[in-house]
């Protein structure tokens, strides 16, 4: 979303008050693109002299990277001195862009937050317009890290004396989370370790289990595993402390004696009560279920359609309709809440619908529709045993001390509490010792998997089959090696090769464009996609679209193919489609190196490395 105020105007503002070079932070590429975009519809705002020092330093950079010569915003940069900077620019041309702002010889740039925590590219000015950006997720705030990292590129060093960070008023803008990041303290760091099959490969390869624990132990991941242990150990010592407070009874665990005793009883009770009469708790909620009657579950709300009884246990329950428009049936005893609300039933084909809808407009908080209705789960009953008929006393005397302790007021008293803190005690001391030993955990189950498949022996010694895949250090791992070793790979020609890895690769869900794919490369990603879900429990499994494969397929397929004419067959940016290809070559590199153990499919993936790096694939390393 553009700046409230227009960029033109706004660059011209801050020249005025000799406030240039600026980066102007976005929330989107296309936001910078507009921005941009803007000023083609004005005459060129600089001198020719600077018009010619901008096109002289293109063109030197334009030796180094020639896909530049005729960058389509080539033009505009020259004439205005302003430039956009995103993900979906070529890597060569946001260099360019960089250089040309570390000359001094820009106004301004356009850029995403990217920009921010990636490049040392500094301004005497930066402009926060939004304080939220756009993810895969949609709109999120920026963070703390996030706005102190744009304020940080305010200020050159060695020609500023001073930065200005300049917040532009906007409908968008949140003052309130802009203060909180600019003076507040950055999001903690936290360990983005992962241990990988390749990785267990590796270790056990070069150290013993021990060592390698060892080495496990002394990880950042570790660290932080720890800390929350630590932070966890000070609630059990107040757990233990409360526990120890209540006061001494006759029985030595008089927690779990009174949780028996109490089952018993309502067991009991239940047992004896007449066959279809429901429990009071219950039968004061049925007269309220009607149809449209909203009702509250353990994670969801639902509309409730009909009441009925089971056969047999004649238990009570209902035909619910959810928020999106599902049936379900639930037990009455499930419904926490009766809420105070309710949904008309319309018949019909798009009755359906319009329950759906209606329902989720209803307000996040809405009231219990009647306090006095007796909760689903009814509170402990301190005098539980007054409620005990005679020959339920005498038969759970034989059974139970509690009847007859003179502790039996105390214990149904403090047992609600001490039961919850018992529990939270117990989960407390299972979630250290899950903390503690959290990686090396990690590490034996992936351990046991490659066992499983034959990578690692009884004794955890690599086999023949683990000696090469340790070499597949990308991600997946464990699918590419499964590919490998099943020969799902075998057989396959260069453009087909590097579309299942390009499918492999790719991570970004976003629509777009694509070529279609040939018959054998679909072929090939059906037996992918089998295989992926063969090892959904081990490793989770790509996203595998068919659609991005084809461009490495067309790419390789056609080596006469120029870069501009594989861009124009898809909506794609061009920076995410040299990203991709990148990417891809990264994969097909470590197959290359499998000569030893699979020449023909080695030699595949060099040819088609050979066929890729041309033209912007051969600018950067």
Same mark, same amino acid.
């Given at each position: 979303?553009?700046?409230?105020?227009?960029?033109? =105007?706004?660059?011209?503002?801050?020249?005025?008050?000799?406030?240039?070079?600026?980066?102007?932070?976005?929330?989107?590429?296309?936001?910078?693109?507009?921005? +941009?975009?803007?000023?083609?519809?004005?005459? $060129?705002?600089?001198?020719?002299?600077?018009?010619?020092?901008?096109?002289?330093?293109? #063109?030197?950079?334009?030796?180094?990277?020639?896909?530049?010569?005729?960058?389509?915003?080539?033009?505009?940069?020259?004439?205005?001195?302003?430039?956009?900077?995103?993900?979906?620019?070529? $890597?060569?041309?946001?260099?360019?862009?960089? /250089?040309?702002?570390?000359?001094?010889?820009?106004?301004?740039?356009?850029?995403?937050?990217?920009?921010?925590?990636?490049? #040392?590219?500094?301004?005497?000015?930066?402009?926060?317009?939004?304080?939220?950006?756009?993810?895969?997720?949609?709109?999120?705030?920026?963070?703390?890290?996030?706005?102190?990292?744009?304020?940080?590129?305010?200020?050159?060093?060695?020609? #500023?004396?001073?930065?200005?960070?300049?917040?532009? $008023?906007? &409908?968008?803008?949140?003052?309130?989370?802009?203060?909180?990041?600019?003076?507040?303290?950055?999001?903690?760091? @936290?360990?983005?370790?992962?241990?990988?099959?390749?990785?267990?490969?590796? +270790?056990?390869?070069?150290?013993?289990?021990?060592?390698?624990?060892?080495?496990?132990?002394?990880?950042?991941?570790?660290?932080?595993?720890?800390?929350?242990?630590?932070? +966890?150990?000070?609630? %059990?010592?107040?757990? /233990?402390?409360?526990?120890?407070?209540?006061?001494?009874?006759?029985?030595? #665990?008089?927690?779990?004696?009174?949780?028996?005793?109490?089952?018993?009883?309502? =067991?009991?009770? *239940?047992?004896?009560?007449?066959?279809?009469?429901?429990?009071?708790?219950?039968?004061?909620? %049925? $007269?309220?279920?009607?149809?449209?009657?909203?009702?509250?579950?353990?994670?969801?709300?639902?509309?409730?359609?009909?009441?009925?009884?089971?056969?047999?246990?004649?238990?009570?329950?209902?035909?619910?309709?959810?928020?999106?428009?599902?049936?379900?049936?639930?037990?009455?005893?499930?419904?926490?809440?009766?809420?105070?609300?309710?949904?008309?039933?319309?018949?019909? @084909?798009?009755? *359906?619908?319009?329950?759906?809808?209606?329902?989720?407009?209803?307000?996040?908080?809405?009231?219990?529709?009647?306090?006095?209705?007796?909760?689903?789960?009814?509170?402990?009953?301190?005098?539980? %045993?007054?409620?005990?008929? &005679?020959?339920?006393?005498?038969?759970?005397?034989?059974?139970?001390?509690?009847?007859?302790?003179?502790?039996?007021?105390?214990?149904?008293?403090?047992?609600?509490?001490?039961?919850?803190?018992?529990?939270?005690?117990?989960?407390?001391?299972?979630?250290?010792?899950?903390?503690?030993?959290?990686?090396?955990?990690?590490?034996?189950?992936?351990?046991?998997?490659?066992?499983?498949?034959?990578?690692?022996?009884?004794?955890?010694?690599?086999?023949?089959?683990?000696?090469?895949? @340790?070499?597949?250090?990308?991600?997946?791992?464990?699918?590419?090696?499964?590919?490998?070793?099943?020969?799902?790979?075998?057989?396959?020609? &260069?453009?087909?090769?590097?579309?299942?890895?390009?499918?492999?690769?790719?991570?970004?869900?976003?629509?777009?464009?694509?070529?279609? %794919?040939?018959?054998?490369?679909?072929?090939?990603?059906?037996?992918?996609?089998?295989?992926?879900?063969?090892?959904?429990?081990?490793?989770?499994?790509?996203?595998?679209?068919?659609?991005?494969?084809?461009? &490495? /397929?067309?790419?390789?397929? =056609?080596?006469?193919?120029?870069?501009?004419?594989?861009? *124009?067959?898809?909506?794609?940016?061009?920076? =995410?489609?040299?990203?991709?290809?990148?990417?891809?070559?990264?994969?097909?590199?470590?197959?290359?190196?499998?000569?030893?153990?699979?020449?023909?499919?080695?030699?595949?993936?060099?040819?088609?490395?050979?066929?890729?790096? @041309? /033209?912007?694939?051969?600018?950067?390393?």
């Amino acid at each position: 979303m553009p700046p409230s105020i227009h960029p033109i =105007d706004l660059i011209r503002t801050l020249k005025s008050k000799q406030l240039t070079p600026a980066i102007v932070f976005l929330t989107s590429r296309r936001s910078c693109d507009n921005a +941009l975009e803007a000023f083609t519809h004005i005459p $060129p705002t600089l001198s020719p002299k600077r018009q010619a020092t901008i096109s002289r330093l293109i #063109d030197q950079w334009t030796v180094t990277y020639p896909s530049i010569q005729n960058h389509p915003l080539r033009e505009r940069v020259i004439q205005y001195g302003v430039a956009a900077h995103h993900a979906g620019h070529l $890597p060569s041309w946001k260099i360019v862009i960089e /250089e040309l702002m570390r000359e001094g010889v820009l106004d301004a740039v356009f850029a995403t937050t990217t920009l921010a925590a990636g490049v #040392d590219f500094p301004a005497r000015t930066v402009i926060i317009t939004q304080s939220n950006i756009r993810k895969s997720q949609g709109f999120v705030d920026l963070t703390v890290a996030e706005v102190q990292q744009i304020a940080g590129r305010a200020g050159r060093r060695g020609k #500023d004396q001073v930065g200005f960070a300049v917040v532009t $008023p906007s &409908p968008y803008i949140d003052l309130v989370r802009l203060t909180e990041g600019l003076t507040g303290c950055p999001e903690p760091l @936290r360990s983005q370790f992962e241990i990988s099959y390749s990785m267990v490969l590796n +270790l056990l390869k070069a150290y013993p289990q021990d060592h390698i624990q060892t080495i496990l132990d002394k990880s950042f991941a570790q660290f932080q595993l720890n800390t929350k242990a630590e932070t +966890l150990q000070t609630t %059990i010592d107040t757990l /233990e402390a409360s526990l120890a407070d209540y006061a001494p009874r006759p029985c030595a #665990d008089w927690i779990h004696q009174w949780q028996s005793f109490q089952q018993t009883v309502l =067991d009991t009770t *239940k047992r004896l009560r007449p066959r279809g009469d429901s429990p009071p708790e219950l039968a004061a909620r %049925i $007269p309220y279920l009607i149809p449209g009657q909203v009702v509250s579950m353990s994670k969801r709300r639902v509309v409730v359609m009909h009441l009925y009884r089971t056969r047999g246990k004649n238990n009570p329950m209902i035909t619910a309709m959810r928020f999106d428009g599902t049936i379900a049936h639930y037990p009455v005893s499930a419904i926490k809440k009766i809420i105070d609300a309710t949904v008309p039933l319309p018949t019909g @084909r798009h009755g *359906k619908g319009a329950v759906s809808n209606q329902a989720r407009a209803l307000p996040t908080k809405l009231q219990p529709l009647a306090p006095h209705i007796p909760a689903i789960t009814p509170d402990v009953n301190p005098h539980l %045993i007054d409620t005990l008929t &005679p020959d339920m006393f005498q038969t759970l005397s034989e059974h139970f001390p509690c009847p007859t302790c003179p502790s039996q007021h105390t214990c149904g008293v403090e047992f609600a509490t001490g039961h919850a803190d018992r529990t939270k005690l117990h989960h407390h001391i299972d979630s250290i010792q899950q903390l503690q030993t959290g990686l090396w955990r990690t590490f034996q189950k992936r351990m046991n998997v490659l066992q499983h498949l034959g990578y690692l022996t009884s004794a955890n010694q690599l086999t023949e089959v683990g000696e090469w895949a @340790r070499y597949i250090r990308i991600s997946p791992s464990l699918l590419v090696t499964e590919l490998i070793r099943t020969d799902v790979l075998a057989g396959m020609d &260069p453009p087909v090769l590097a579309g299942v890895m390009a499918s492999i690769a790719f991570d970004d869900d976003r629509p777009a464009v694509f070529p279609r %794919i040939s018959q054998a490369l679909a072929g090939r990603l059906t037996h992918v996609r089998q295989l992926a879900r063969s090892l959904e429990a081990y490793e989770e499994p790509p996203l595998l679209r068919a659609d991005v494969a084809a461009l &490495p /397929e067309r790419w390789i397929g =056609d080596p006469t193919m120029r870069w501009a004419d594989l861009c *124009k067959g898809t909506s794609m940016a061009e920076g =995410d489609i040299y990203r991709l290809l990148a990417r891809n070559l990264e994969y097909l590199s470590q197959i290359r190196f499998l000569s030893a153990t699979h020449p023909l499919l080695a030699a595949t993936a060099t040819q088609a490395i050979q066929i890729m790096q @041309r /033209e912007v694939l051969e600018e950067l390393p």
